[in-house]
């Protein structure tokens, strides 16, 4: 049997409002900096993974496996986000 527990409500609080700060950057300031704040995200959830003990943050494989995809991800984003662009109004 596994013990899998499910993170805490906080979680998902702080996973909300990354997202709403991407995509409010994405509209304020351009996609480049939006790319970037998602990548940071990406970045961070890695490091809680590694740090906080297990039921904090998701986990979906082992630690080593979850950890690298998160940062194969954020840098396929930061890679990607030179070539944002967005409209000069």
Known sequence: MN???LPPLGYYVVLIAW?????GTAFLVNVGWAADVLATGFVAHALARVILPAG???QVRSKLVDVAWCLA???AI????SF????QL
């Open 3 to 5: 013990n899998y527990q």
């Open 19 to 23: 997202l709403v700060v991407a995509i």
């Open 56 to 58: 904090t943050v998701p």
């Open 73 to 75: 991800f954020a840098g």
């Open 78 to 81: 930061t890679f990607f986000a």
């Open 84 to 87: 944002g662009n967005t409209p």
